[in-house]
Antibody, heavy 121, light 108 residues
């Protein structure tokens, strides 16, 4: 059964870089038609798509964050990662790693449990 | 960017009743790539409906989706106690993929 698990610091200082890793278990990150990505949710608010990556390294980012975001993949470790530069309090959120199924649903069918990241001043 | 507007913001119903949630898009959603997710407190969202009307694996048949173009609906035919949660719609046909602001379904 495919599972995703986020890991990384829960507290980041303003102006620094937020770094998170998602470990994929139960399947290969190199599976055809699986797109890996990040979605975030500020406390008490809605969901925002950050970006996605295919195992080949091809990425797609939300234009609202594109200048500060990098998503990368490490197929040898079955992991993908998120870096968000120059964070502010507005980046405080629960960060979910996700799988978008490009074969049947084409929707975000697998989610990690989420990890809370707080940006401190 | 496609903006999704959900209504109502909060819906108060009793178990056994029928729930109708609406999601309206600012422009036509490509190929009806519209999904619905359920989120309970402290949990990640769970995919319920994809392609506007197809139930995801393991989702009970009391959940149904309909619509096309700019107007979509999630219907829960007979509410069970575990259905009270927040529901989000999402379009994944055009990047950036966007979500509605959510409808909170609460017990009356």
């Amino acid at each position: 059964q495919l599972q995703l698990q986020e890991s990384g610091p829960g507290l980041v200082k303003a102006s620094e870089t937020l770094s998170l890793t998602c470990t994929v278990s139960g399947d290969s990150i190199s599976s055809d038609l699986s797109y890996w990505g990040w979605i975030r949710q500020p406390p008490g608010k809605g969901l925002e798509w950050i970006g996605s990556i295919y195992y080949t390294g091809r990425t797609s980012y939300n234009p609202s964050l594109k200048s500060r975001v990098t998503i990368s993949v490490d197929t040898s470790k079955n992991q993908f990662s998120l870096k968000l530069n120059f964070v502010t309090a507005a980046d405080t959120a629960v960060y979910y790693c996700t799988r978008r199924d490009g074969y049947i649903t084409e929707a975000f069918d697998i989610w990690g449990q989420g990890t809370m990241v707080t940006v401190s001043s | 960017e496609i903006v999704l507007t959900q209504s109502p913001g909060t819906l108060s119903l009793s178990p056994g009743e029928r729930a109708t949630l609406s999601c309206r898009a600012s422009q036509s959603v490509l190929s009806s790539y519209l999904a619905w997710y359920q989120q309970k407190p402290g949990q990640a969202p769970r995919l319920l409906i994809y392609a506007a009307s197809s139930r995801a694996t393991g989702i009970p048949d009391r959940f149904s989706g309909s619509g096309s173009g700019t107007d979509f609906t999630l219907t829960i035919s007979r509410l069970e106690p575990e259905d009270f949660a927040v529901y989000f719609c999402q379009q994944y046909g055009s990047s950036p993929y966007t979500f509605g602001q959510g409808t909170k379904l609460q017990i009356k």
